[in-house]
Nanobody, 123 residues
Framework: EVQLVETGGATVRPGGSLRLTCAAS????????MSWIRQAPGKGPEWIAA????????YYAQSVRGRSTISRDNSKNMMYLQLNNLKPEDTALYYC????????????????WGPGTQVTVSS
């Protein structure tokens, strides 16, 4: 069974930083490009970052580019998202997602994602 579990969310002040973690199991993690997606209250899901299978090609949405770093450790089946200079508009539920036939978000479709981890940015 495919499982993705996100952790690391918290309430932080504007300008703060967080490192989100995604633990993957039930599939060959290194075979998949992986993404981070977020959903703010009252809004649809937004793709924000992706990383290729080897971890050497990074892709970012404009909304987080320059403030975020996506990375992975295939030996541990883990993916990470470092978020810096957080803004109130970054408040959202953050998910890691595996591409596959399923829900379309942006230009790709995803067949598995975790329960999410909440990031709240507030002074």
């Amino acid at each position: 069974e495919v499982q993705l579990v996100e952790t690391g969310g918290a309430t932080v002040r504007p300008g703060g930083s967080l490192r989100l973690t995604c633990a993957a199991s039930g599939f060959i993690f290194s075979n998949y490009e992986m993404s981070w997606i977020r959903q703010a209250p009252g809004k649809g899901p937004e793709w924000i970052a992706a990383l290729n299978r080897r971890g050497d090609l990074e892709y970012y949405a404009q909304s987080v580019r320059g403030r975020s770093t996506i990375s992975r450790d295939n030996s541990k089946n883990m993916m990470y998202l470092q978020l810096n200079n957080l803004k109130p508009e970054d408040t959202a539920l953050y998910y890691c997602a595996r591409p596959g036939p399923g829900k379309k978000i942006g230009t790709h479709t995803y067949d598995n994602w975790g329960p999410g981890t909440q990031v709240t940015v507030s002074s």
